[in-house]
């Protein structure tokens, strides 16, 4: 029996349908939580073509919300594990394990190379950099982000307004789920709905995944529509090579927390933004973090006594 008789049975898929699923490159960024469940499922949906990116290596803490992993990947790379899972479930798929973190410098590349992208990684830069990526490439966006027993996932970019539209200020909280903690339903729940949500965008159903908006808090599902939302302008991030000789690099973080700066000539001001120096006129502003969230709300405070060109960089636990 062919292996996808269930799904090619419903009138909204069908012979074309499938056809159109096997055609359709993804990208998912991240194969933790959300990443699991929604490449388990495109895989056997019949997605022939899907690139993996993720830094990380299986531990042992990841077990409990990504049941691909088994105990014996503890220590490989993430990619190459789920990788070789989706090999078992589906040999037709042909999945892209790149061992990489997602920076402003590589995604326009991979953004160019899907139909459609999954943000997945649950990070704040990377879900901005994606949403700027994709909007400038006419590419969608399933991006989705979960802490303890809640989280949203949204149909962005494409022929939807971007993250921004709907997110313009920066979170309140820096948290994750290695500080706040996560329960493996809540990542398995969303991550499903991004699959969803990818295959009604590649089917093409009405009303489209693309401007709907789901968030789930504490086992609660609600849903609305932003079809109409304005494009926000905030700050965007640039990757490290980006920086100029005569940007104004400002470290905001402690030395106790990098003992290396951002770059040799970076002024170390854990507290910039409402106050320190400002930059020459025509100059810009380079605001490093490890995140970026501290960046944004340095930005946000800088803007408000000064108008010149700032830029976020997110450094992650590298330096």
Known sequence: MNRYARQMVLPEVA????????????????????????????????????????????????????????????????????????????????????????????APGLVAGADIVLDCADSYAASYTLSDACLAAGKPLISASALGLSGYVGGFCGTAPSLRALFPEPPDSGQTCATAGVLGPVVGMLGSLQAQMTLGVILGLAPSPLGQF???????????????AAEGDGPRFIARDDIRESDLVIDLRPED?????????????????????????????????R???????????????????ITLLALGEDI
Not at 20 to 44: E, K, N
Not at 55 to 71: A, C, F, G, S, W
Not at 291 to 309: F, Y
């Open 214 to 228: 789901t968030r789930l808090d504490n086992g609660r599902f609600t849903q609305f529509r932003f079809d109409g």
């Open 15 to 106: 012979a074309e349908g499938q056809a159109r699923i096997a055609a359709a490159h993804v990208l998912i960024v991240g194969a933790g939580g959300l990443g699991v469940p929604a490449l388990q499922y495109l895989a056997g949906a019949g997605i022939e073509a899907i690139t993996l990116i993720d830094p990380d290596k299986v531990e042992e803490t990841n077990l409990h919300r990504q049941p691909i992993y088994r105990m014996k990947d503890i220590g490989q790379p993430k990619v190459r594990a789920a990788a070789q899972a989706v090999a078992r479930l589906n040999p037709s798929v042909e999945v892209q394990a790149l061992v990489d973190v997602l920076t402003p410098a590589n």
């Open 291 to 309: 995140s970026g969230l501290r960046s944004w709300r340095a930005a946000d405070e800088l803007s408000r006594r000064w108008s010149g060109e």
């Open 257 to 289: 927390e990098a003992p290396r700066k951002a770059t040799p000539d970076a002024l170390r001001h854990p507290g910039y933004g409402a106050t320190g120096p400002l930059p020459d006129p025509g100059q810009r502003v380079v605001l490093a973090c």
